[in-house]
């Protein structure tokens, strides 16, 4: 099971990268984006290790891609 947890402004980001798409590309081709970026959510979860680690960013944190945006993220071990 996939178990993550997105910022404040990751949840804003997402949601304004929606409504760019709506009203760039129509709703269609933006829920196919959008879905498909989220989509690359649960892999990180599954295999953190897949993705690259960008200490020389920032210490500890890690970058996903999908088509054109960066997903940064931080491994959080959990108990």
């Known amino acids: 099971m996939s178990n993550y947890r997105l910022t404040l402004a990751a949840e804003i980001d997402l949601a304004d990268i929606l409504e760019y798409g709506e009203a760039h590309f129509g709703t269609s081709a933006a829920l196919e984006f ?11 979860v599954d295999n953190p290790a897949q993705f690259a680690r960008i200490d020389e960013v920032r210490k500890g944190y890690c970058r996903a ?3 054109t945006y960066y997903i940064y993220f931080i491994e959080r071990k959990t108990s």
């Open 65 to 67: 891609i999908y088509q």
């Open 34 to 44: 959008y879905e498909g970026l989220l989509s690359v959510f649960p892999k990180i």
